[in-house]
């Protein structure tokens, strides 16, 4: 069991940057994959990015690549992801999620509660 909070979301003008973080509760946080979705409303949630718990690697939706970055602190039992060049259809409530020694692109069973981004003039 883990627990999942979110933080750092807010507006943003489009073209800047903004950096959320995920806290995680528990004792085995390394052999967490962890991963960011979000959901605009009405729309379905999708993949954002993810970090594998064995190695680092990441992978992340092909509308963010280039502009995303996924990153992981341990000792912190943190994940943040950092996100530059916003535009406004990335606008969106965004989620961390986690899977035990799970695979980045396979199903997530842990969610935090979500935090909005909104990218706006």
């Known amino acids: 069991q883990v627990q999942l909070v979110e933080s750092g979301g807010g507006l943003v003008q489009p073209g800047g940057s903004l950096r959320l973080s995920c806290a995680a509760s528990?004792?085995?946080?390394?052999?967490?994959?962890m991963g960011w979705f979000r959901q605009a409303p009405g729309k379905e949630r999708e993949f954002v990015a993810g970090?594998?718990?064995?190695?680092?690697?990441?992978r992340y939706t092909n509308s963010v690549k280039g502009r995303f970055t996924i990153s992981r602190d341990n000792a912190k039992n943190t994940v943040y992801l950092q996100m530059n060049s916003l535009k406004p259809e990335d606008t969106a409530v965004y989620y961390c999620?986690?899977?035990?020694?799970?695979?980045?692109?396979?199903?997530?069973?842990?969610w935090g509660q979500g935090t909005q981004v909104t990218v706006s003039s």
């Open positions: 999620a986690a899977d035990k020694y799970g695979r980045v692109t396979g199903e997530y069973d842990y």
């Open positions: 528990g004792r085995t946080f390394s052999s967490y994959t």
């Open positions: 970090i594998s718990w064995n190695d680092g690697s990441t």
